[in-house]
């Protein structure tokens, strides 16, 4: 069974850092696309990250451009996401999802993508 598992998340004061981690399995990591997502209340889920996007090896959303790293150890099939310099408005739950690199999928459509974990709480206080 396709398994990811989110895990880094917390409580970090404005101009903090947090890194999240999402450990996969039940896939060719290889095959497969990762991406950052997050949902504020209220909102809709929004793309963050790629890598190993079929387009481009990483991508972002240009809110966290600068300020977010997308990385991976493909020898442990977990994918990570450094946030640097967090904002109140970085405050979210973070998702990430999988998906096959030959499908039609975008960062900008969250319905696109496969898998999905079951998400880690950010917050960040002002």
């Known amino acids: 069974d396709v398994q990811l598992v989110e895990s880094g998340g917390g409580l970090v004061q404005a101009g903090g850092s947090l890194r999240l981690s999402c450990a996969t399995s039940g896939f060719t990591f290889d095959d497969y696309a990762i991406g950052w997502f997050r949902q504020a209340p209220g909102k809709e889920r929004e793309g963050v990250s790629c890598?190993?996007?079929?387009?481009?090896?990483?991508a972002y959303a240009d809110s966290v451009k600068g300020r977010f790293t997308i990385s991976s150890d493909n020898a442990k099939n977990t994918v990570y996401l450094q946030m640097n310099n967090l904002k109140p408005e970085d405050t979210a739950v973070y998702y990430c999802a999988a998906v096959g690199r030959q499908a039609d999928y975008d960062l900008k459509y969250a319905t696109l993508w496969s898998y999905w974990g079951q998400g880690t709480q950010v917050t960040v206080s002002s």
């Open positions: 890598i190993n996007c079929s387009y481009d090896s990483t």
